[in-house]
Each structure stands twice: as structure tokens, then as C-alpha cells.
């Protein structure tokens, strides 16, 4: 079974420059989940799909940033006019939520991240 | 809002010494708490996830436990490839949308 995966893994870009990630989901897997995590903290939730509708955005995705599924496999996440401040690991995960004798079950799996360093 | 408090931050043990690590959280109608590991440089790994107070389930030298208002993570007689971060993680209910919200983690580390 392949897991989720990312690209690039690493990525160092200028200041005002646009970047572009990529994520790809375990396959059947109907949730897409985009996290981003600084040094010495926790993931920090971005925004979510469910197949291709984008159903919740944290305050934390400014109008820099643009999330895209268009066919409710791959996933695109684009920071626009990059700022210091935007350098952290950026985390995709996917789940495919079940639910069984009234119970609800959406584990998340995290792909390795893309590492993001503005200059 | 969704909080989740780990500690200790960090964690020194020396290999065979057990130990406990603390999630304590506080959430509007908890769907799920969930246990990671993550490795320098290395996207999270899960472990597990507890639905219920009272929920206990293991994995080699890791259990974790629930009760309402806090989870532990027991360690049994650590090995040096325990040493990782570990991070806490709850879910709210559906309606909060499908968000973890995550602790800060602790920095285990296991000397041989």
C-alpha cells in the first residue's frame, strides 16, 4: 500500500516569489488534509477536502494562499508572494472516514512533508 | 476552542526505564484523540487513535490510555529507537469540521 506522498521535499525560494506543492493521497482516500508545522510546535490545521470541495479553511490560509483538487486525487497547495514568515514543513495527510455501529472513525496519515525555506 | 497541553515538553530516560507521557485537552464533544510519533525532518507516523473514556490499546512498548479529560502515553521499558517526538491530537465533532488540533509534543529522547 503506498502511503501519502509530497513534492518537492525540500524547497528554498526569495522572498515575493510563488511556490507550488503537490500531494498526493492514499489512493481511495476521499479526505485531503493540508497541515503546516514550525519548529518545536504541533501541525497547524490549513484546510481540508472532501473529494474536490474544499469544506473548511483556517484563518491561518491568508489570500497568499490557494489549495486545489481538482479531480479529487492529487492535491495543490500555492503560496503566492512569499514572506519570511511563510518558512515551516508543510504536511499533507488523507483519510477515508467511516462510520460503523454509530461510531465515527477518520484516521489521518501523514505524508514525510515539503520544507519550505524563504530567503 | 480546541486545546491540547502535552508534557512533559522533553523526556530523558535511560533504556529499560518506563515512563508515562500526559495529553490533557479540552474539547466541545470529542470524536477522537490521537497519538503520533515524528522523527526529525519526517512527516508524522500514526499509532492510535481512543474513541471513549476508558479506551486502552498497545503497540510493542507503547499503550495509551483515556479518561475524559486527559490521555498517557506509557512507555515499558524504552529502547534508543524509541527516542521521537510524540505528538497528541484531538478531533471534535463532525460539525466542527475535520480538523486535528494538535499539542506541541514531547521530545522523548532514550539513552542506551
Known amino acids: 500500500d503506498t502511503g501519502v506522498s509530497q513534492d518537492p521535499r525540500h524547497k528554498i525560494t526569495k522572498r515575493g516569489q510563488n511556490v507550488t506543492f503537490r500531494c498526493d493521497p492514499i489512493s481511495e482516500h476521499n479526505r485531503l488534509y493540508w497541515y503546516r508545522q514550525t519548529l518545536g510546535q504541533g501541525p497547524e490545521f490549513l484546510t481540508y477536502?472532501?473529494?474536490?470541495?474544499?469544506?473548511?479553511k483556517s484563518r491561518l490560509l491568508s489570500d497568499r494562499f490557494s489549495a486545489e483538487r481538482p479531480k479529487g486525487s492529487f492535491s495543490t497547495l500555492e503560496i503566492q508572494r512569499t514572506e519570511q514568515g511563510d518558512s515551516a514543513m508543510y504536511l499533507c495527510?488523507?483519510?477515508?472516514?467511516?462510520?460503523?455501529?454509530?461510531?465515527?472513525?477518520?484516521?489521518?496519515?501523514f505524508g514525510p512533508g515539503t520544507r519550505l525555506t524563504v530567503l | 476552542e480546541d486545546q491540547v497541553t502535552q508534557s512533559p515538553e522533553a523526556l530523558r530516560l535511560q533504556e529499560g526505564e518506563s515512563s508515562s507521557l500526559n495529553c490533557s485537552y479540552t474539547?466541545?464533544?470529542?470524536?477522537?484523540l490521537f497519538w503520533y510519533r515524528q522523527d526529525p525532518g519526517k512527516g508524522p507516523e500514526f499509532l492510535f487513535t481512543?474513541?471513549?473514556a476508558g479506551e486502552e490499546k498497545e503497540k510493542e512498548r507503547l499503550k495509551a490510555t483515556l479518561t475524559k479529560k486527559e490521555s498517557f502515553l506509557h512507555i515499558t521499558a524504552p529502547k534508543p529507537e524509541d527516542s521521537a517526538t510524540y505528538l497528541c491530537?484531538?478531533?471534535?465533532?463532525?460539525?466542527?469540521?475535520?480538523?486535528?488540533?494538535f499539542g506541541e509534543g514531547t521530545q522523548l529522547t532514550v539513552n542506551p
Open positions: 491530537a484531538v478531533q471534535a465533532s463532525e460539525t466542527s469540521g475535520s480538523r486535528l488540533t
Open positions: 495527510a488523507s483519510s477515508l472516514p467511516v462510520t460503523s455501529g454509530g461510531a465515527f472513525y477518520n484516521e489521518q496519515f
Open positions: 477536502f472532501q473529494n474536490e470541495a474544499q469544506l473548511e
Open positions: 481512543l474513541y471513549s
Open positions: 474539547v466541545s464533544g470529542l470524536r477522537g
